[in-house]
């Protein structure tokens, strides 16, 4: 109970606020976090019938070799994605951010929830990409919105029926996602982002304000969420309040690390 009264009392007093989120973050709105074989396949029981892994899956050379079945996936997930509704937390942690003046999300996650549940879309780094954004697996015609596609689906044989073209060259467009062993992503979308996310930093550190981080679900298995907020904690002086069931650990000269799930544990940190 003392570690959540200081955690509370350092997210009360803090001048910016930096959300850095992984996979858990979306568990508790209803989605799947991929976690193991076994957890992707409860979610995509056709894809262990093929027996493909998340990263098998996940890679670019199926927009090229077999788009119905790369489509199959990305537009079943871009269609969840839409439908899901940003649980509870996601308006706690946005109106302490409101309230400091200051804030920022750095996320791994490509779903698009920060910017459904009212986030400032100049406050937020998608360092994965976002399916809500598209590219072409052939030519450099840029980035352009996924709004309007809507990718028609045979959900017995997970095979998509059509999906969207590139409108300057035809070729089969992909998600502007950085996906397993890909060399082909248009990082340009990320990098404006990251480039909004420096200016922040340099804001707090010349003005001296007292940041505190608060991270949600985010795994060691990709551990790029884990190791920015760690960083900027180290550098800035920062304290980090983890909120993770399964992987709480964290050098305790660094902040908090609590083994709840995202949602419960932005409840206790705002209530």
Avoid at 42 to 65: C, H, Q, T, V
Avoid at 72 to 79: E, N, P, S, T, V
Avoid at 226 to 234: D, L, P, Q, V
């Amino acid at each position: 109970m003392e570690q959540w009264k200081a955690a509370r009392e350092a997210l009360q007093e803090a001048e910016a606020l930096l959300v850095t989120a992984g996979a858990g973050m979306g568990v508790d709105s209803g989605l799947p976090d991929f976690r193991g074989n076994e957890g992707f396949w409860r979610a995509y029981p056709a894809a262990k019938k093929l027996g493909l892994s998340f990263m098998d899956l996940a890679n670019p050379r199926w927009f090229e070799e077999d788009p119905a079945l790369a489509w199959a996936f990305y537009g079943h997930r871009l269609r969840l994605y839409r439908e899901t509704v940003p649980h509870e937390g996601f308006a706690r942690l946005l109106e302490a951010g409101r309230n400091k003046g200051e804030y920022f999300v750095f996320t791994s996650n490509v779903d698009g929830q920060f910017q459904k549940a009212g986030y400032d879309p100049d406050r937020i780094v998608e360092c994965h990409g976002s399916i809500h954004s598209l590219q072409c697996t052939r030519c450099d015609a840029g980035i352009r919105s996924a709004e309007g596609v809507d990718v028609p689906i045979d959900t017995e044989r997970f095979r998509a029926l059509e999906w969207p073209r590139c409108p300057a060259c035809g070729a089969t467009a992909r998600p502007n996602i950085l996906m397993f062993g890909d060399w082909g992503w248009d990082a340009s979308r990320t990098e404006a982002q990251e480039e909004r996310f420096e200016d922040f930093l340099r804001r707090v550190s010349l003005r001296g304000m007292h940041l505190v981080i608060v991270e949600i679900g985010a795994g060691t298995a990709v551990p790029t969420v884990r190791m920015t907020g760690e960083r900027i904690a180290r550098n800035f002086g920062a304290k980090l309040i983890r909120l993770n069931p399964r992987e709480p650990e964290i050098d305790r000269s660094l902040g908090w690390g609590f083994d709840v799930g995202g949602l419960e544990g932005i409840r206790r940190l705002t209530e």
